[in-house]
């Protein structure tokens, strides 16, 4: 049996050995793609081929922790229905031994390329990276090319994640790098074969520019034009904490700019974080045939109280967020759900008109464990308004300090903790709530707060609460549980 094979069977096994424990826990998610058995973190590949989305993801199949990352493979013609499909990619050669990491994938000549960061560790713990090709004809099965970029003078090992992307006649890589200097980096290439690959230099950081003391290694790098301008997303590790900003163990976020494809330079503004909750990391993005920009992230960050959640007594940890559109609005770049996420509704919305004075209401009509809630219309002229979702979150706009604040227990120690930020004037809500996470899209994507949260499993309330007088609009839907297949 080859070594494919063998891993492929082990992780199926593993898979049909604690299927039942997994489907038995309350926190397993209605509408959002989880592993089926085992740890779940970045989105790779994320594509529309052929009409059909695919979201490859990096998988540990054998344990809810970090190794020799598989990749996994969902697909879906509506976003809201998905398939599971086999395993697209397992760590079986010896430049990927320790791991197929995360890559993208690319459409040429009516195939896909796939291009994955083959990671290597020998006993001492020394570290190699490859950039491998993989080439699949229908999505499924990939045929391994081996390495195609080697790791170029300047760079430590921690160098991975290529996405790439066609532009101007020619093909580029952006890689995310850490410097000899451990400066944090992202580093370009160019081909015209998509198999030959030209170092071109350091795009960003790296020590020099505006990222030039911006942490020590960056991940994820994502290049795409939005609106008028090119977006650089990339997950940078080795920041500070700073005011309300960079409250997470890492980031995520972007910075706006021009990238000229004829001298592969990139002037671009400040770093902004894409997502301000408590979960959001290594985020990717497609643009599918309706010509929308389109991103997924893993709902986590590495290393903050991964082993802690209380999923892994049933064997699987983490999740993906809702696939969201980008929008490029005043140089800002705003997220909102994909429009698809209306046909997770079921039924007619239930309208209610709320005004409070100094109170605290639960309302009979909003409660549940899978619920998108919409709030519009909002008026108050001073101190706060909160909603708390079950025992576990809270989400609080205050219009005197002019910030909205995510709270949760956590579910760590139960300590109460909080992401924060400054928004104006609160205009309108979208929340989604699943049974352990909650998207808040605030004023049309200008921020968002993502998070898990484990409420008791018998509390499916909403709690409205104001300090002064508020009245606002509430249009509330059930989401559906959908089957992944
Ligand atoms: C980001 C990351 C990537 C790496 C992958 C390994 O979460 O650390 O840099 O390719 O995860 O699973």
Same mark, same amino acid.
């Given at each position: ?8 069977r082990?992780?199926y ?45 990096q ?7 970090? !190794? ?19 395993i ?16 993208s ?35 499924l ?8 970029v ?12 290529p ?11 952006v ?21 030959n ?16 003391d ?36 890492y ?6 700019? @021009? ?20 979960d959001?990391?290594?985020? @990717? +993005? +497609?643009?599918?045939?309706?010509g ?11 290393? @903050? ?16 967020t809702?696939p ?45 464990k ?12 001073? !101190? ?18 002019? +910030?909205?604040?995510?709270?949760r227990k ?19 809500l ?12 605030v ?8 998070a ?34």
């Open positions: 049996m080859s070594r494919d094979e063998q891993l492929r082990a992780a096994e593993e898979m049909e050995k604690h299927k039942d424990v997994v489907e038995k826990d309350p926190y397993r998610l209605h509408y959002h793609l989880m592993p089926t058995v085992g740890l779940l973190n970045d989105p790779n590949g994320f594509i529309q081929f052929k009409g059909t989305y695919h979201v490859y993801y998988w540990m199949p054998f344990k809810t922790g970090h !190794g020799a990352k598989f990749w996994g493979h969902y697909s879906s013609n509506d976003f809201v229905n998905w398939t599971h499909e086999e697209a990619l397992t760590p079986s050669e010896w430049y990927e031994k320790n791991g197929c990491y995360s890559g994938a690319i459409e040429h000549d009516g195939k896909i390329y796939a291009y994955y960061t083959g990671n290597v560790k020998d006993e001492e713990g020394n570290r190699e990276t490859y950039q491998c090709l993989a080439i699949s004809e229908e999505s099965h990939f045929d391994k090319r081996g390495p195609v080697h790791l170029p003078d300047g760079f430590t090992a921690h160098f991975r994640d996405k790439v992307w066609e532009q101007d006649g020619a093909f580029f890589m890689v995310g790098a850490q410097t000899r200097e451990l400066k944090g980096a992202v580093a370009l290439f160019r081909s015209d074969d998509l198999e690959w030209d170092y071109q230099g350091v795009l960003t950081g790296g020590g020099e520019g505006r990222l030039a911006f942490g020590y290694m960056f991940e994820c790098p994502d290049l795409f034009p939005l609106g008028e301008r090119d977006i650089l997303i990339f997950s940078p590790q080795g920041i500070e904490a700073s005011g309300m900003k960079y409250q997470n163990v980031q995520a976020g972007y910075v706006a700019g @021009q990238f000229d494809s004829a001298t592969g330079t990139f002037e671009h503004g400040e770093f902004e974080e894409l997502d301000r909750g408590f959001f990391y290594a985020p @990717q +993005t +497609t643009l599918d045939d309706k929308r920009r389109i991103l997924f992230a893993w709902m986590s960050v590495p290393d @903050q109280n991964e082993q802690d959640h209380p999923t892994i007594e049933h064997k699987w940890l983490h999740t993906m809702l969201r559109e980008l929008k490029l609005v005043d140089g800002k770049v705003r997220q909102v759900p994909l429009e698809e996420m209306e046909d997770l509704r079921v039924g007619p919305a239930i309208q209610v008109n709320v005004e409070l004075n100094r109170e605290t209401r639960v309302l009979k009509a909003v409660k549940g899978a619920f998108e809630m919409e709030i519009t219309d909002l008026s108050m002229t001073e !101190g706060w308004f909160d909603l708390t979702v079950g025992d576990g979150i809270r989400f609080v706009y205050s219009s005197g300090e002019q +910030t909205v604040t995510l709270e956590s579910y760590v120690n139960g300590v109460v903790e909080k992401r924060q930020c400054s928004v104006k004037q609160l205009n309108s979208r929340v989604f709530v699943d049974t352990s996470s909650i998207e808040v899209f004023n049309e994507g200008e921020e968002t707060f993502t898990r949260f484990y409420p008791s499993p018998n509390n499916d309330t909403v709690r409205f609460e104001t300090s002064h007088q508020a009245v606002f609009t509430i249009r509330k839907w059930d989401l559906k549980h959908v089957n992944l297949k």
